[in-house]
């Protein structure tokens, strides 16, 4: 099991930008692959990007490529989400997950992991 903690969240206005961070620790020696999710108001939540345990794979909702860009340092355990272009519609609490992996391959499906942080809170104003 590995302990995940967001940070990076707050209030911005529209067209701002905003960079998640995501620290593991715990069980940091395996190898993970990681993403972020989103619950806004009102809303199921949703998956926004992942990224495989080397780095080599990433993949975006549809609705977000070109804006969002997810990264990792993993001397560092540490997963990033930049968030450029913010309109209030990516209001939400950001959730970083991870799940032990070694494959190249991207899972979007949030029963697809097993490790969850508190969230971090993203609020875009117009």
């Known amino acids: 099991q590995v302990q995940l903690v967001e940070s990076g969240g707050g209030l911005v206005q529209a067209g701002g930008s905003l960079r998640l961070s995501c620290a593991a620790s715990?069980?940091?020696?395996?190898?993970?692959?990681m993403a972020w999710f989103r619950r806004a108001p009102g809303k199921e939540r949703e998956f926004v990007a992942a990224?495989?345990?080397?780095?080599?794979?990433?993949y975006y909702a549809d609705s977000l490529k070109g804006r969002f860009t997810i990264s990792r340092d993993n001397a560092k355990n540490t997963v990033y989400l930049q968030m450029n272009s913010l309109n209030p519609e990516d209001t939400a609490v950001y959730y970083c997950?991870?799940?032990?992996?070694?494959?190249?391959?991207?899972?979007?499906?949030?029963?697809?992991?097993?490790?969850w942080g508190q969230g971090t809170q993203v609020t875009v104003s117009s």
């Open positions: 997950a991870a799940r032990p992996s070694k494959s190249d391959s991207v899972i979007t499906v949030r029963d697809g992991y097993s490790d």
């Open positions: 715990g069980r940091t020696s395996s190898t993970y692959a």
């Open positions: 990224i495989t345990w080397s780095g080599r794979s990433r």
